[in-house]
């Protein structure tokens, strides 16, 4: 049965105890470290979900070791389960070793390129969280907006190309956006920032119309296809 995860964002009914952990050397026992320190902040005795934040390759998790501490720390209770914020193309190879519970994917309308890897770790038994999955920011704000993995011209590019507008029939971008996302039938949760109060309260209202119609939701797709925002398969 396929675990389901709920994190602390947005649009969640509950919160639970979640802990980014970046890799650190290899034998020096940082990843029990930074577990055990915040069971004592949090005065808890588990953590439910230790997410290593880099997508590393099974030789490289093999070789630095953290993964297998991670996974004595889950025998012997301390942590509940492990997660990893993956990304193509090391994470079809994530999902093959069979030790994560849950993965991290960049997914929106305008960044689909593992909108099938989604499908694929989900039938793998993992939980899966969407990160992004609101475009990184409203598609108002694109201009000259920093972004590691898709700069703003893109998405701008994307979505103008796409004539995506034109499918509004009364929402705005960002609840098209949003919608979107939760349209795909593999997501668990999704991570949606919010820059206060009144956005929080928009993002819920978009949320809880559920995803697109089908009709709207296939030639979202079908536009954005000969945008050029596809999967990568």
Do not use: C
């Amino acid at each position: 049965m396929k675990t389901k995860f709920v994190l602390a964002a947005t649009l969640l009914a509950a919160v639970v105890s979640v802990v980014l952990l970046a890799l650190v050397a290899p034998g020096t026992g940082g990843e029990r470290s930074v577990v055990e320190s915040s069971l004592r902040r949090m005065k808890t005795d588990h953590v439910d979900l230790v997410q290593f934040h880099r997508s590393l390759t099974q030789q490289e998790y093999e070789e630095q070791g953290a993964l297998q501490e991670l996974m004595r720390l889950r025998d012997e209770g301390k942590v509940r389960f492990i997660g990893v914020s993956g990304t193509l193309p090391n994470l079809d190879e994530q999902v093959r070793m069979g030790v994560f519970d849950a993965f991290q994917i960049p997914y929106s309308a305008l960044q689909r390129e593992h909108e099938d890897v989604v499908q694929r770790a989900s039938n793998a038994g993992a939980g899966i969280i969407i990160r992004g999955g609101a475009a990184r920011g409203a598609p108002s704000d694109w201009e000259g907006r920093p972004n590691y993995m898709l700069p703003g011209a893109i998405p701008k590019g994307r979505w103008e190309t796409a004539q995506l507008d034109e499918l509004l029939g009364g929402m705005d971008r960002m609840e098209l956006t949003l919608r979107f996302t939760l349209s795909h039938p593999d997501l668990d949760t999704t991570i949606v920032g919010t820059k206060n109060p009144e956005h929080l309260r928009a993002n819920v209202r978009a949320a809880l119309k559920g995803p697109l119609d089908a009709s709207v939701l296939a030639d979202a797709k079908r536009r954005l296809d000969a945008a050029g925002a596809v999967s990568a398969g």
